[in-house]
């Protein structure tokens, strides 16, 4: 499961061309954390929202270095897979810049995850889910083109997790 590297001048670049007229022109790559406000004016971030989405942007940066140890890539795609599956956004239900950023820094790696990468049993299916809802909601108003969407089958589903059955719960 390889990622590319995506450096903050180029997520600076990704944010323009999917913010055009939103952006301030003089946005720099150190305004980046403080951009959710800009891209979401109507969203208020407590400040510890503030804290995590900090905490995701690097989160989000480590996920994309390709020189990593594959262990603790694994581990971090595992962590952030567990998170999702509670979770439309990494703040809960709220849109944010790390949101963005995550989708711009893992959609290369996806891109090319097999199917059982993607909804096997041990594969990242809330990531999946995360990066078509990010691709595609009208709340993140993204401009990307179809052509450079992730595709997603939604009928290609390799596993699924059987629901526990009360009786066997109790006993």
Same mark, same amino acid.
């Given at each position: 499961?390889?990622?590319?590297?995506?450096?903050?001048?180029?997520?600076?670049?990704?944010?323009?061309?999917? +913010?055009?007229?939103?952006?301030?022109?003089?946005?720099?790559?150190?305004?980046?954390?403080?951009?959710?406000?800009?891209? +979401?004016?109507?969203?208020? +971030?407590?400040?510890?929202?503030?804290?995590?989405?900090?905490?995701?942007?690097?989160?989000?940066?480590?996920?994309?270095?390709?020189?990593?140890?594959?262990?603790?890539?694994?581990?971090?795609?595992?962590?952030?897979?567990?998170?999702?599956?509670?979770?439309?956004?990494?703040?809960?239900s709220k849109p944010c810049v790390a949101d963005v950023a995550l989708y711009h820094r893992l959609s290369p790696a996806?891109?090319?995850?097999?199917?059982?990468?993607?909804?096997?049993?041990?594969? +990242?299916?809330?990531?999946?889910?995360?990066?078509?809802?990010?691709?595609?909601?009208?709340?993140?108003?993204?401009?990307?083109?179809?052509?450079?969407?992730?595709?997603?089958?939604?009928?290609?589903?390799?596993?699924?997790?059987?629901?526990?059955?009360?009786?066997?719960?109790?006993?």
């Amino acid at each position: 499961m390889s990622t590319s590297s995506s450096s903050p001048s180029n997520l600076l670049s990704f944010l323009r061309a999917s +913010y055009p007229t939103t952006l301030p022109s003089s946005t720099s790559e150190s305004d980046i954390p403080t951009l959710s406000s800009h891209l +979401y004016p109507n969203i208020t +971030y407590t400040d510890s929202e503030k804290v995590e989405l900090n905490q995701w942007l690097t989160t989000s940066a480590r996920l994309a270095t390709p020189d990593e140890d594959e262990a603790k890539h694994a581990e971090r795609l595992g962590s952030l897979n567990i998170h999702l599956s509670t979770h439309t956004t990494l703040l809960g239900s709220k849109p944010c810049v790390a949101d963005v950023a995550l989708y711009h820094r893992l959609s290369p790696a996806v891109r090319t995850w097999s199917p059982e990468e993607r909804t096997g049993e041990k594969g +990242y299916h809330h990531i999946v889910r995360f990066m078509e809802f990010i691709q595609n909601a009208p709340m993140f108003g993204l401009h990307i083109p179809d052509a450079d969407k992730i595709p997603i089958d939604v009928n290609d589903v390799r596993f699924v997790k059987k629901p526990l059955d009360a009786k066997e719960e109790k006993e």
